[in-house]
């Protein structure tokens, strides 16, 4: 979850950053109908020519609308540089039309309305005045020719006075001179009459409401959701590879079997018998797969696979489902480090193991009774004697408390710790708790192959919900003093014990 927040608090400062790193832009479009003029490269030639010459001529037609001479102009006139920095200028032609579509992209939404506005007048203006000095130079020329034509009629014409033979030199150079004229004097006429008009602006650009690009907010929640999509990735992905233990593995493990998968039992509320009901149904398959399995009379160990978590509510919950079963069962507190079953029972703390170990006192001395349990508690200086965990008396301690229960219920340290080495030696069999989302495979793999180097008999294995954290007992815990190392609340089922325990047994409580 946190490296899914991470991504997605990174997603969201991209799409920031990349927003902010974008000047803003619009664009204003504008659209110009053009006309054939003399002198530009759409002429009255072109523009009755086939297809392949008018696409030509209509390109190099809009080449002509960002040249200097266009662009100088515009320049003097709007008092700035255009295209200026920022800003940029796009032309097109539809094809098979006498249509430019100019396109100008600037820093504001008036600066791209002036822009466009400003290149399609400019360049309209330019082809007028391209188209005037044409037809002035062509007219000039022609003036020039005809006043030329003039002088050399006056001169044959004199000629031809001179002579009565109408079919002489100088006649027939009268007719040549006199044809020329004329034929000047019509394109002369022509020239005068070739209209001058550019064409026209047919979509006046309009002021751009909106800037270029997609909206800045959609670009962050984009990048939001493709940094929570990445995390998601990064998360399943590094879970896999983390091979821990889901809720939807099989009923196997590391090749034992999974007799039950537990649930936390929730807080008691009005009208929740069958809840409850449903929440130690898991208990009641755990008691099936320990009765199959372990012989009775005999002990069986409960430890936790992961180093730092408790055992004691699975086995005490055990312990009491065995009872209800009518079996004489008997609850041993034998991690030195938990306090859990005195917690989970209800019990005040007093002697119980580490005194019979450490200090020899009677067995029978310091048992106590609890829900139909016998219960021999983990005693006053548990860690302190937690070296004898390992010696011959333990042995003897469960061995002695088998002699009158059908089943003895360890609940010892995990799997890890020599403490839990200790109990599993101790006991005929061992039942191994795996803690959802936290248990490996690899940790299952290794447990198993421990207790086989130990000699130890595993049976099968529950697969317990994740627990939170809290602080360990030490030999102080009882007089009131705070110890200091940190260790899971005990797995499978919450410290409302007394909930637990009018599901297995309604009387109790």
Same mark, same amino acid.
């Given at each position: 979850?946190?490296?899914?927040?991470?991504?997605?608090?990174?997603?969201?400062?991209?799409?920031?950053?990349?927003?902010?790193?974008?000047?803003?832009?619009?664009?204003?479009?504008?659209?110009? #109908?053009?006309?054939?003029?003399?002198? !530009?490269? #759409?002429?009255? =030639?072109?523009?009755?020519? !086939?297809?392949?010459?008018?696409?030509?001529?209509?390109?190099?037609?809009?080449?002509?609308?960002?040249?200097?001479?266009?662009?100088? @102009?515009?320049?003097? @006139?709007?008092?700035?540089?255009?295209?200026?920095?920022?800003?940029?200028?796009?032309?097109?032609?539809?094809?098979?039309?006498?249509?430019?579509?100019?396109?100008?992209?600037?820093?504001?939404?008036?600066?791209?309305?002036?822009?466009?506005?400003?290149?399609? =007048?400019?360049?309209?203006?330019?082809?007028?005045?391209?188209?005037?000095?044409?037809?002035?130079?062509?007219?000039?020329?022609?003036?020039?020719?005809?006043? +030329?034509?003039?002088?050399?009629?006056?001169?044959?014409?004199?000629? +031809?006075?001179?002579?009565?033979?109408?079919?002489?030199?100088?006649?027939?150079?009268? @007719?040549?001179? +006199?044809?020329?004229?004329?034929?000047?004097?019509?394109?002369?006429?022509?020239?005068?009459?070739?209209?001058?008009?550019?064409?026209?602006?047919?979509?006046?650009?309009?002021?751009?409401?909106?800037?270029?690009?997609?909206?800045?907010?959609?670009?962050?929640? $984009?990048?939001?959701?493709?940094?929570?999509?990445?995390?998601? $990735?990064?998360?399943?992905?590094?879970?896999?590879?983390?091979? #821990?233990?889901?809720?939807?593995?099989?009923?196997?493990?590391?090749?034992?079997?999974?007799?039950?998968?537990?649930?936390?039992?929730?807080?008691?509320?009005?009208?929740?018998?069958?809840?409850?009901?449903?929440?130690?149904?898991?208990?009641?398959?755990?008691?099936?797969?320990?009765?199959?399995?372990?012989?009775?009379?005999?002990?069986?160990?409960?430890?936790? $696979?992961?180093? =730092?978590?408790?055992?004691?509510?699975?086995?005490?919950?055990?312990? #009491?489902?065995?009872?209800?079963?009518?079996?004489?069962?008997?609850?041993?507190?034998?991690?030195?480090?938990?306090?859990?079953?005195?917690?989970?029972?209800?019990?005040?703390?007093?002697?119980?193991?580490?005194?019979?170990?450490?200090?020899?006192?009677?067995?029978?001395?310091?048992?106590?009774?609890?829900?139909?349990?016998?219960?021999?508690?983990?005693?006053?200086?548990?860690?302190?004697?937690?070296?004898?965990?390992?010696?011959?008396?333990?042995?003897?301690?469960?061995?002695?408390?088998?002699?009158?229960?059908?089943?003895?219920?360890?609940?010892?340290?995990?799997?890890?710790?020599?403490?839990?080495?200790?109990?599993?030696?101790?006991? =005929?069999?061992?039942?191994?708790?795996?803690?959802?989302?936290?248990?490996?495979?690899? @940790?299952?793999?290794?447990?198993?192959?421990?207790?086989?180097?130990?000699?130890?008999?595993?049976?099968?294995?529950?697969?317990?919900?994740?627990?939170?954290?809290?602080?360990?007992?030490?030999?102080?815990?009882?007089?009131?003093?705070?110890?200091?190392? $940190?260790?899971?609340?005990?797995?499978?089922?919450?410290?409302?014990?007394?909930?637990? +325990?009018?599901?297995?047994?309604?009387?109790?409580?």
């Amino acid at each position: 979850m946190l490296l899914l927040l991470v991504m997605l608090v990174i997603g969201a400062a991209a799409g920031v950053a990349y927003t902010g790193s974008q000047a803003a832009s619009y664009t204003a479009r504008s659209a110009i #109908l053009i006309k054939p003029l003399p002198g !530009n490269p #759409l002429s009255q =030639d072109t523009a009755t020519s !086939n297809g392949a010459q008018l696409t030509v001529a209509m390109a190099t037609e809009s080449g002509l609308v960002d040249i200097p001479a266009v662009t100088t @102009q515009l320049s003097k @006139q709007l008092g700035r540089t255009v295209p200026g920095p920022g800003e940029q200028l796009n032309v097109k032609v539809p094809t098979g039309a006498q249509i430019i579509q100019i396109e100008f992209t600037s820093t504001t939404a008036d600066r791209a309305r002036e822009g466009a506005q400003g290149f399609a =007048d400019t360049y309209l203006k330019y082809r007028s005045e391209r188209a005037a000095t044409t037809q002035k130079t062509e007219i000039d020329s022609l003036k020039k020719q005809i006043d +030329a034509a003039q002088a050399d009629l006056k001169t044959a014409s004199s000629e +031809a006075v001179k002579s009565t033979d109408t079919r002489s030199y100088a006649s027939q150079q009268v @007719q040549l001179y +006199a044809d020329r004229l004329a034929s000047l004097n019509d394109d002369l006429s022509g020239a005068q009459a070739v209209a001058s008009d550019p064409g026209s602006v047919i979509t006046e650009p309009s002021t751009p409401t909106n800037r270029d690009g997609l909206n800045p907010w959609l670009i962050i929640l $984009v990048t939001t959701l493709l940094g929570g999509l990445m995390g998601a $990735v990064l998360a399943v992905t590094r879970e896999r590879r983390r091979d #821990l233990v889901r809720a939807e593995d099989g009923p196997e493990m590391a090749g034992i079997p999974v007799f039950a998968r537990l649930r936390r039992q929730p807080r008691r509320r009005h009208g929740s018998e069958a809840k409850e009901e449903q929440e130690f149904e898991a208990y009641r398959r755990l008691r099936a797969g320990v009765v199959a399995n372990a012989q009775a009379p005999g002990s069986l160990a409960v430890t936790c $696979v992961s180093a =730092d978590e408790s055992a004691a509510t699975v086995a005490s919950q055990l312990a #009491l489902a065995l009872r209800k079963s009518d079996f004489q069962v008997a609850l041993v507190a034998a991690d030195p480090g938990d306090d859990a079953i005195e917690r989970e029972l209800g019990i005040p703390a007093g002697p119980g193991l580490s005194d019979v170990l450490g200090d020899d006192a009677p067995i029978g001395a310091v048992l106590t009774q609890a829900r139909g349990l016998t219960i021999l508690r983990g005693g006053l200086k548990p860690v302190s004697s937690r070296e004898l965990y390992a010696g011959p008396r333990l042995r003897t301690v469960i061995e002695e408390l088998t002699t009158g229960h059908d089943y003895v219920i360890v609940s010892s340290a995990s799997a890890s710790s020599a403490d839990g080495d200790a109990a599993a030696t101790a006991c =005929d069999n061992t039942l191994m708790i795996v803690t959802e989302g936290r248990t490996t495979h690899g @940790q299952v793999s290794n447990a198993l192959g421990r207790f086989d180097r130990l000699g130890a008999s595993v049976i099968g294995a529950a697969v317990a919900p994740a627990a939170p954290r809290r602080r360990r007992r030490s030999d102080s815990h009882h007089s009131g003093e705070a110890g200091d190392t $940190v260790v899971a609340e005990p797995t499978g089922l919450s410290a409302e014990a007394r909930v637990t +325990a009018r599901a297995v047994d309604p009387t109790a409580g």
